[in-house]
């Protein structure tokens, strides 16, 4: 079955850095794209960044500049580094994949989570 797991999550300060990835694992035909999502307590989940396969990128306007999505497709792979982390960036961080299986059954597969909590 096809699993994502993400890591990376921790405690910083504000201002710092965190180097968060996913790998996808199982019977996958395509992927079409991944992102990073994230959800705070008492919020939606929201977008954070994207990533197709062809390597076009969106963010959030709240962290662009600060943040960078990156893909290695071979690998199945996707990273966020995050700089200059602010407390609002505290949230539980959610890997997601676009992607079809083996049996050209497309769906968006999520992650199990990782918490990055930004604080003094």
């Known amino acids: 079955q096809v699993q994502l797991v993400e890591s990376g999550g921790g405690l910083v300060q504000p201002g710092g850095s965190l180097r968060l990835s996913c790998a996808v694992s199982?019977?996958?035909?395509?992927?079409?794209?991944m992102g990073w999502y994230r959800q705070a307590p008492g919020n939606r989940r929201e977008l954070v960044a994207t990533?197709?396969?062809?390597?076009?990128?969106n963010y959030a306007d709240s962290v662009k500049g600060r943040f960078t999505i990156s893909r290695d497709n071979a690998k199945n792979t996707v990273w966020l580094q995050m700089n200059s982390l602010k407390p609002e960036d505290t949230a539980v961080y959610y890997c997601?994949?676009?992607?079809?299986?083996?049996?050209?059954?497309?769906?968006?597969?999520w992650g199990q989570g990782t918490q990055v909590t930004v604080s003094s």
């Open positions: 990533i197709a396969s062809g390597g076009s990128t």
């Open positions: 997601n994949a676009d992607l079809s299986d083996f049996h050209y059954r497309r769906a968006h597969y």
């Open positions: 199982g019977s996958i035909f395509s992927i079409y794209a």
